[in-house]
């Protein structure tokens, strides 16, 4: 009996040795290890987007044929040297990838970050959390004034921008403010547009949150696709300057306002009138002179040499 209890604990004490070479040859599914998950896969032409309740908040069913194929959630053969659990979220294709085997992953659309919020490197899972409260950063607020009542923090809800969960995000040890949360706005998937958290569907954040234990890496791919060469954090673009208002001067009761001076006035210079052609005068015809009136004369004598003596004409 005491040689049977030695056997037996020499083969307790060798269980663990035997489990890791097992899991080194390949012979444990990985999927099965304490970093990954052991929730269901989902199941080809599954639809995943329909309506439940989530701690006393109802997430309302979406309309399926309206979100692209590409960005459903499924799983994918995708090759990758990533240990099982890994993040690989590629902005280019806007795509999450949650490994779950050697060259498998689950495949989630995502929305990344607009122009000028685009940020790559390497990340860790260091916390999560259902209905997160969410609290604008201030160089948010100064882009949004609007977003000011919320400085406090907005409670977790149907409405608020995080969604159902989110999942917390450091660099180095350092919180640059980067989540992988939901969204009400679904329609914002497969787009860039937020400051530069990874935006999911409410159903696919609650699947992704379940299946992480904490500490998984996350990789976030260039903006071009490729892998990266370290991080990179982008400087948000400057809030927008508020035109300053136009002040009127005051002019003191009883006091005459200054004239305004007008500028002198624009006076066109004329163009140069082309000299005309002297006229070319014809002279009118001479009028005949009037006939002188014709005085009969009778001469009383003899005319001499033609012509009546003086004295001698009677009429």
Known sequence: MRQLSSVFL???????????????AGCVDPTLTPSASNQNLPKPDENVYVASMDQGIEIPALPVEEIPESHRRQVVAYETDQPVGTIIINPKTRLLYYVVGKNKAIRYGISVGRAGFEWSGEAIVADKKPWPTWTPPKEMIARDPKLAKWEKGQPG????????????????GKDYGYRIHGTPEWKSIGRNASSGCIRMIN???????????????????????E????????????????????VEPVV???????????????????????????AVVTPAPAAPAPASPTISVTCAVPLVNGACPPGKETN
């Open 10 to 24: 020499r083969h307790c004490f060798a269980a663990p040795a035997v489990l890791g070479l097992m899991l080194l």
């Open 157 to 172: 809800g149907p409405t608020n921008p995080l969604g159902a969960r989110a999942i917390y995000l450091t660099s180095g």
């Open 203 to 225: 159903q696919d954040v609650i699947d992704l949150y379940g299946r992480l234990q904490g500490g998984e890496k996350v990789i976030v791919l260039t903006a071009s696709g």
């Open 227 to 246: 892998m990266p060469k370290g991080l990179y954090i982008p400087t948000p673009p400057a809030p927008k300057k508020a035109a300053a208002p136009k």
């Open 252 to 278: 003191p009761a009883g006091a005459v306002p200054a004239l305004k001076v007008l500028p002198p006035p624009v006076i066109a210079t004329p163009e140069p009138t082309p000299a005309a052609a002297p």
